[in-house]
């Protein structure tokens, strides 16, 4: 197994993309702690998945843009598997589509703090825990090209994590390596709430591979980024969109 012995946490690993991530890397043989923020019926679930593989798991609860909340998850990570060799920072979404012309600075400031403020406070509270490992972060195709209609504050937030990426691999290498992954569209609640059917009809009809992706997609970049596999790897912001943009 490429991860036994490893511990990994993983921030909204109550559903989509984070359970995926989560279970893929419990299933390489990682112990893992998920974060939730309400849905804690979706992180039993992962929890019970894991489990039923043989390996250790806890979810915790908290809302990761408050240092006290990132660094209770770490401690209690700490507490229940001793380390922390993996962090994958998943947590984060759009909120509401909202122009600049009709955005509350409270509105701004949500976005930002849920999407890139956790991900600052989350690999501060993991640093002094972390002897060596990986941090995969999650940013997005709407890093490179904007985002959508109304996304402005989540495309920056995203942008902004690829360039944190880039600078974070050069400030911790060689101890910790760092990457990201930037999602195209993967069918998710995130699409299922934000994205109307038109739009995601529209992409599968101009990716190369024909279809959305899933999250076991996703996870399986993050399992790939997160172990030796990718030892030569670091700052890199990996596209994984189907092929609907190429950078």
């Known amino acids: 197994m490429k991860l036994q012995g490893k511990t990994a946490i993983v921030t909204g690993g109550g559903r ?13 043989g990682a ?9 804690r019926a979706g992180a039993d679930e992962t929890v019970t998945q894991i489990a039923a593989m043989g390996r250790k798991a806890i979810a915790v609860q908290g809302d990761l843009s408050k240092a006290d909340d990132a660094e209770n998850l770490v401690a209690k990570t700490v507490e229940a598997f001793g380390a922390i060799d993996i962090l994958v920072n998943n947590a984060g979404g759009l909120v509401a589509r ?4 009709d955005m509350s600075l409270e509105h701004w400031q949500s976005v930002i703090d849920l999407n890139l403020t956790s991900i600052f406070l989350m690999i501060k509270a993991c640093l002094p825990h972390m002897d060596t490992g990986t941090i995969v972060n999650l940013a997005s195709q709407a890093g490179h090209d904007g985002g ?5 504050a989540y495309a920056t937030s995203k942008g902004a994590i690829m360039t944190m990426t880039r600078g974070l691999a050069k ?8 990457n990201a992954l930037c999602p195209g569209m993967i069918d998710t609640d995130f699409h299922n709430v934000h994205t109307p059917d038109p739009a995601r009809r529209a992409f599968e009809a101009a ?3 024909k279809r959305q992706g899933v999250p076991e ?6 399992l790939f980024l ?4 990718s030892s030569f790897i670091a700052g890199a912001n990996v596209d994984i969109n189907g092929g609907v943009l190429f950078s």
């Open 16 to 28: 989509d993309i984070g359970r995926a991530c989560a279970v893929k890397l419990a299933s390489e």
């Open 31 to 39: 112990n893992v702690a998920i974060s939730y923020f309400s849905s």
């Open 98 to 101: 909202k122009t600049i012309a």
């Open 148 to 152: 959508g209609a109304g996304a402005v």
């Open 171 to 178: 400030e911790l290498g060689p101890r910790i390596r760092v």
């Open 207 to 209: 990716a190369p591979v």
């Open 217 to 222: 997609d996703a996870a399986n970049l993050v």
């Open 226 to 229: 997160a172990c030796d596999d």
